[in-house]
DNA sequence: TTTTGAGTTGTTCGA
DNA sequence: GTCGAACAACTCAAA
């Protein structure tokens, strides 16, 4: 990136090549900028589009987050990323034609929007004898690869992974350190994450910093101490998996056979067999993916406009689930033990589609990922893979009792309950003189859980 | 072909 | 206080 050449004026310059980058904000371990890189002697360019239908969707957090993330993206390109705003099937072909270059590389994407975009872009690139070339992915194992014998796709995580396993991946690819072409930028759009929100540092050098950090530290424990909200078990790179700061492959070449490693390395693979089901199934990240579960009934009108706002707000009178909720909105991200509690308190105490929940993750999280978060969702629900204990409803207080036992990040997210010591934060309808601006329980959990599995067994009447 | 056992993340009840 | 059973029914792989 220092090897920047002589300024070449970048109009009319023929044979030069195209790097898009879209959720893949990195140099090492990108098999499309290696293989761009291969392909041309010649200084090549690198682009990001703002695409409107992703950057307003994206919400403020994401947006603020990207905008760093591509800050530090320039740094590594000498300053030259190319950041153009519109869309992509008008924008790519342009900047091709500008930069007189014949190829375009990508690394694949396969959600539902961006495998439409890609294909939209292809045809447009065609009609100009312009190649878009995709190398990669953001998966170790591209969605689609992994089949069962009859070549229709897993449902059920266990069976995924072990074929997954044996698949294997990659090694991951060698760095490349092309000379980067200069060329106009149009203003970069202006984002700033809201009032309070604490963003950590993006970008690929963090990123791997984070990594690096998480494997000398937090790994070895990861199989016990990943569900404790308490403590800082986990490995935090969500958000950097999410934008491609650091690819899956760099981090499954790290990973040995002891229990921590084991455990961790399944956890990446949730996120290939979410993508993969995803994939197979695009309407699934809108409508159930069971649809025998699409006639459950939920709740509307203003008691529930009201009861999803106390929810959205930290303010259900639950510890734990308000703590939750109040982290997402100061650091957009849950731990993820707690992302479970509070997505089955929407679902079965509220009795609230989940898509109404996802969409509020999507708007707060920074490494809201659609294949992630709307199947994790379902599988709270009931309505995604993985249908067997249809009658699991987290109890919020006992999943606080037990992954927050010290009551440490009750308090931390919850100051009203900071005079409460130890596990009572978890319980304070005990103490109430001790938490008097904390407000009441708006639901009886007990008598909610009954209703949903009545609500249940409507749709599976006996005979 | 049919059967069988197991399946990320749970809770409650009653012995 | 601890422990096993029950909560019903779908997917997948192996036998």
């Known amino acids: 990136m220092r090897a920047v050449p002589a300024r070449p004026n970048v109009r009319g310059m023929a044979g030069s090549t195209l790097l ?30 703002i695409d409107p239908a992703l ?40 900047v091709a034609a500008e930069a007189g270059a014949s190829q375009v590389f990508i690394s694949s994407d396969f959600g539902p929007y961006g495998s439409a975009r890609d294909s939209a872009v292809k045809a447009a690139l065609t009609m100009d004898d312009v190649a878009l070339v995709a190398e990669g992915s953001p998966y170790a194992v591209d969605p689609g690869t992994i089949t069962k014998s009859d070549g229709t796709a897993y449902r059920v995580f266990t069976p995924f992974c072990r074929a997954w396993c044996e698949h294997g991946w990659g ?54 101490d990943r569900n404790r909200a308490d403590l800082a078990g ?33 956890e990446l693979c949730w996120r290939e067999f979410y993508a993969d089901v995803l994939h197979h199934s695009p309407r699934s990240a809108r409508a159930s993916l069971r649809d025998d579960m699409a006639g459950m009934r939920i709740d509307d009108g203003d008691q529930a406009d009201e009861q999803f706002a106390a929810w959205t707000a930290g303010r259900t ?28 308190f929407l679902i079965k105490d509220l009795h609230l589609p989940w898509q109404r929940g996802a969409a509020h993750f999507m708007e707060w999280l920074r490494d809201g990922d659609l294949a992630s978060n709307q199947h994790g969702w379902q599988w709270t629900a009931g309505t995604g893979t993985d249908a067997a204990p249809y009658f699991r409803v987290f109890n ?18 919850v100051p009203e309950l900071r005079a409460l010591a130890g596990a009572d934060a978890h319980e304070p309808w005990n103490a109430p003189l001790l938490a008097a601006d904390y407000p009441d329980r708006i639901v009886d959990h007990a008598a909610e859980r009954h209703e949903s599995l009545a609500r249940l067994a409507e749709l599976h009447p006996r005979a």
């Open 20 to 49: 898009w980058f879209r959720r893949d904000l990195r140099l090492g371990d990108n098999p499309a900028l290696a293989a761009a890189a291969s392909s041309t002697s010649e200084p090549m360019l690198g682009l990001f589009v």
């Open 55 to 94: 950057w307003g969707p994206a919400g403020p957090v994401r947006r603020a987050y990207l905008l760093s993330s591509l800050r530090a993206l320039d740094d590594q390109l000498g300053g030259r990323l190319v950041v153009r705003q519109g869309d992509p099937t008008t924008v790519i072909p342009r």
């Open 171 to 224: 090694r991951p690819v060698e760095a490349a350190s092309p000379m980067w072409l200069e060329a106009a930028s149009d203003p970069w759009p202006t984002a700033s994450a809201p009032d309070g929100l604490a963003l950590p540092s993006a970008g690929e050098q963090a990123a791997i910093n984070r990594w690096q950090r998480f494997i000398e530290g937090p790994l070895a424990d990861y199989a016990e």
């Open 234 to 266: 986990t490995s935090s790179l969500s958000a950097a998996l999410r934008w491609g700061e650091i690819h899956p492959r760099t981090m499954l070449e790290a990973l040995g056979d002891a229990r921590g490693h084991e455990v961790f390395r399944k």
């Open 317 to 344: 009178g639950y510890p734990f689930v308000d703590a939750g909720m109040r982290q997402l909105r100061a650091e957009g991200w849950m731990h993820n033990r707690v992302r479970m509690v509070v997505a089955s």
């Open 396 to 413: 919020p207080v006992t999943q606080g009792l037990r992954f927050d036992p010290s009551g440490d990040y009750v308090r931390k997210y």
